[in-house]
C-alpha cells in the first residue's frame, strides 16, 4: 500500500473508532435524559462507524492470525504501561488536572492487567491451542479487570463487585 493512502486509513481508523464511543457515550446520555428514540439514533450510528473502522482496519492489514494480535495486543498495553501513561500522568501532575490524573491512573492500573492476560494467553496460542480462562470482572467505573473470583470491592477505585460486568 502506498505510504499516504496507509496514512489516511490510520487516520480513518482512529476517527471512526473516536466518532463509535463518543456516539455511544451519547446514546447514553440520551437515555438518561428520558430520550430513548435520540439514544437508538446515536446506538445504531455508533455501530455503523465501528463497521467502518474495522473495515478501515482490515483495508490496513491489521488484523492477523490470533498468535499475531495476541502481540500486538500484548505490545500497544506494554507502550501504554511503560511510557504513554507514565508520561501522560507527569505532565497531568504539573498542570494539576485531576480528572485527567483520574482517569489516567484507571486506566494504568488495567493496562497493567490487560498485558499479563495477553502474554499468558499468547503462551497457549503460540502451541495452537486455545486459552482456559475463569469468569472476568469489569469495573464499570475504572476499567479494572480481573480473571476468577474478586474482592467485595473494586481495589482501583472501590466501587462493589454488585455492578462489575461478567465476560
Ligand atoms: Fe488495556
Ligand atoms: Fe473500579
Redesign the pocket.
Known sequence: MHEMTRQDLLAAFAGESQAHMRYLAFSRKADKEGKPEIARMFKAITYAEQVHAHNHLKALGGVGDTVKNLETAAAGENFEITEMYPAYDAVAKLQDEKDALRSIH?ALEAEKIHYRMYIDAGKDAAQGADHRLKEIYV??????THEGECADF??????KKSV?EKF
Not at 473494586?154 to 466501587?159: F, I, S, T, Y
Request: aromatic content about 22%; glycine content about 14%; overall charge neutral.
Open positions: 484507571y469495573c464499570p467505573v475504572c476499567g479494572y473494586c481495589p482501583v477505585c472501590g466501587a462489575f
